[in-house]
């Protein structure tokens, strides 16, 4: 039973406090759910909410309310909504607004500060969450005033959603949620010094038009900007008219159909032979929304380098920063695509540039360890997918599980794939799971994650239980931190520092105490039964994968090299 | 190389620690920065100059600026027809006998004398950073006691000499 409440906040009155104001501008910007908690500088804001219908995801820790929003808003495409207290509440956010600064994610966050009076004074859970957040969002704002905040929180919104989506964060002192106004709803956005460039430059698509006639040995690489702007289709017909095989950044997977005859999987340091020799080889690389991260390119002397390079980019700054490009074009993906189709062109003659990478393929294709004694981690994936006809949403955290999911669980569909991709976090793919789930409530999602990142994030367990969300936790428990100890065989003679966690806990009472379905499995049989078992259901399962500590990455490009040095790219 | 870019700002608080903060971010040596308000109302102008290895650094400098929310816009100015102006105010030893040697020295400078004292007297001088190195160069062997200089402030001259080969940065390709 609530307590005896207020009036509902989102009716309007002539007068409300800031708290209500805010609470009634995100049910216009038709919000559905708030990762948040609460704490003193955010009382208001949490009271306010009490008489709200909003529904509101607690977890237990901010940082898994912001992961679990940015899960939220990688599926979805809707900006993930984050509330937090000021001082260690809007700290613990930082990770989470990193990664998605580097992953593009269009987030909202809302924390609390100190009443304006004390500002500056080093008051109680008092941080300067302007001043550290400065250079991981993409724009935030301190209302001062309570009048202004209907209007900052539309241009938060539009802000994070528009361009090159991404974090914005409000921050709101006690006193400015506690103060009553009569809103003004009206006031209107005003950013002279942000407007996106959206529609490409048709000059310059005619060139790529030429470009592409011209060419002999051309690859399309997609990343996650075809995502953000819902062009995978749009990019499938651009493909196919002209025969031009494509290749996926870690982020884009998923982007273009996975078991597409033109697809050469992906690129980048534990990406296909294929793939990279193809951007190696290539006469014309067409980048479309991605940014050559330099886990992508290798040593940028060797990357490319006999290519006309044509890259498509909603944020022009990116265009030209790590690659020198013959064509820039600052457009959304989809518009530029689009615009592509429309104009005349001819197509090129890639006949043979195709069958030598079909050779590649078939030659060099993804390998991994015949074994009967032991448990592989990849064998894992492929399980997972199969398991799910491999239509999961499926994320993860950073390292070896993260390389192997994204090399053996075949994307067919967009917006499948969560993962921390920039940033590289441990800890984000369980709470990620559950904002996906969220979003997506009727689909699959596995947390396909290690044994270390999953005990970075798995006080969220505690969430799960509350919510009872039929997210599949797989735990590819190779009782090591496996890209560091990969690292450390390849590069330090093997000395595991730090490296090698053999004492764990039993993984699967830690599940049943948050009275989760939990299981061990330490074979293929035993995990086929548990799979079965575990995907036919709509209850939260743990599966403890005991899988092989010495398997390791292959292919890889190691740190320093170019694309063409691939090393392990047989048995 | 040395590059002069202005910004037009909205006078917002934290626009400042954004703009340094992301040249610090990414490796961007400032020279000199100042700031200061225009003839519109709520709108700064920032003049940096910096120091970049080639073209392509500094592109990339133009365009992380103009991402910013609260920039409006951002010129390199180097190769344009432009007005520098800085300031500086030099504290040079001098008794009462070596005075008026000072005062000859500094005259073909336009510069004056702006405060004196029994050991001291401070000069003031505007112009371009040359003029201030080189009248800094003839009254070093005086004896500087302190000196400060505010930084470069830029904008183009009015009527631009025809030049076809301007730099041109542009978020429209």
């Known amino acids: ?571 | 190389m040395k590059r002069i870019v202005t910004a037009t700002v909205i006078n917002q608080s934290g626009v400042l620690n954004r703009i340094t903060g992301l040249m610090t971010k990414r490796q961007f040596n400032i020279e000199s920065i100042t700031v200061g308000h225009t003839e519109k109302e709520g709108v700064s102008k920032m003049t940096f100059v910096v120091n970049v290895d080639d073209n392509a650094k500094i592109e990339q400098l133009i365009k992380q600026l103009n991402k910013q929310i609260d920039v409006l816009k951002v010129t390199d100015i180097t190769d344009q027809a432009i007005v520098v102006r800085e300031l500086a105010l030099i504290k040079v030893i001098s008794n009462a006998q070596i005075r008026s040697e000072i005062s000859g020295i500094i005259e073909p400078f336009r510069a004056s004398i702006i405060d004196v004292s029994r050991e001291s007297i401070t000069v003031q001088v505007t112009g371009n950073s040359d003029k201030i190195e080189a009248i800094l160069d003839l009254l070093r062997p005086y004896g500087i006691k302190e000196m400060v200089r505010t930084g470069i402030t830029a904008f183009p001259r009015g009527s631009q000499k025809s030049v076809t080969d301007l730099k041109q940065y542009s978020i429209l390709n």
């Open chain 1, 1 to 571: 039973m609530r307590a005896k409440a207020k009036p509902e906040a989102e009716a309007v009155t002539a007068e409300m406090t800031g708290a209500d104001v805010l609470i009634h501008s995100l049910k216009k910007e038709n919000v559905e759910v708030l990762f948040g908690y609460p704490g003193g500088a955010v009382l208001p804001i949490y009271d306010a909410l009490y008489r709200s219908p909003i529904k509101h995801v607690l977890s237990k820790h901010e940082q898994g309310s912001i992961h679990a929003a940015e899960g939220y808003a990688r599926v979805s495409g809707k900006p993930g909504v984050v509330i937090a207290t000021s001082g260690p509440g809007a700290t613990n956010l930082v990770t989470g607004i990193t990664d998605a600064m580097m992953d593009s994610l269009p987030l909202v966050i809302f924390t609390g500060q100190v009443a304006s009076t004390v500002i500056g004074t080093d008051a109680f859970q008092e941080a300067d969450i302007m001043g550290i957040t400065a250079p991981i969002t993409k724009h935030n704002y301190q209302v001062r005033d309570v009048q202004d905040l209907p209007r900052i929180i539309k241009e938060a919104f539009h802000i994070a959603t528009t361009g090159r989506p991404g974090p914005v964060l409000v921050d709101i002192p006690k006193d400015v949620a506690n103060k009553t106004i009569s809103p003004d709803y009206d006031s209107t956005i005003h950013l002279p010094g942000y407007q996106p460039t959206f529609s490409p430059n048709i000059l310059q698509i005619k060139k790529l038009g030429d470009a592409v006639g011209s060419a002999k040995k051309p690859v399309i690489l997609a990343g996650a900007g075809v995502l953000h702007a819902n062009a995978g289709k749009e990019l499938v017909a651009f493909s196919e008219k002209h025969s031009i095989p494509v290749i996926n950044t870690l982020l884009g997977l998923g982007s273009y159909p996975g078991n597409h005859p033109l697809f050469l999987g992906m690129g980048g340091m534990h990406g296909t032979y294929t793939a990279n020799m193809a951007l190696y080889e290539c006469d014309l690389l067409i980048s479309i929304g991605a940014r050559f991260d330099d886990r992508l390119t290798g040593n940028l002397d060797h990357f490319a380098i006999h290519a006309t390079v044509a890259h498509i980019d909603v944020d022009p700054a990116e265009i030209g920063k790590n690659v020198p490009t013959q064509i820039p074009i600052v457009s959304d993906a989809r518009e530029a695509l689009k615009k592509l189709l429309e104009i005349e062109s001819s197509s090129p003659e890639t006949d043979d540039w195709r069958q030598k990478l079909t050779q590649n393929s078939e030659n060099f294709p993804l390998w991994k360890k015949v074994s009967t004694s032991e448990f592989l981690p990849q064998r894992v994936v492929e399980l997972v997918h199969e398991y799910t006809k491999g239509d999961a949403i499926i994320t993860t955290d950073v390292g070896q599980h993260q390389m192997w999911a994204a090399q053996y669980y075949a994307f067919a569909d967009a917006n499948r794939w969560v993962t921390s991709g920039g940033l590289g976090t441990m800890g984000f793919g369980f709470p990620s799971a559950i904002g996906a789930q969220l979003a997506f409530p009727e689909q699959t999602v596995v947390s396909l994650t290690g044994d270390g990142g999953f005990q970075m994030t798995l006080q969220e367990l505690s969430t799960l239980q509350e919510l009872n969300l039929p997210v599949k936790v797989v735990i590819m428990n190779n009782q090591t931190l496996g890209m560091v100890r990969q690292w450390q065989e390849a590069f330090y003679e093997e000395r595991y520092s730090q490296s090698l966690i053999p004492v764990q806990p039993d993984f699967v009472k830690l599940g049943e105490a948050y009275g989760i379905q939990s299981y061990k499995v330490t074979n293929e049989e035993e995990a086929k039964a548990v799979f079965e078992e575990a995907f036919s259901h709509r209850d939260p399962v743990l599966i403890d994968c005991r899988v092989s500590g010495k398997e390791n990455v292959y292919p890889m490009i190691a740190p320093g090299k170019g694309l063409h040095q691939m090393i392990g790219v047989k048995p």
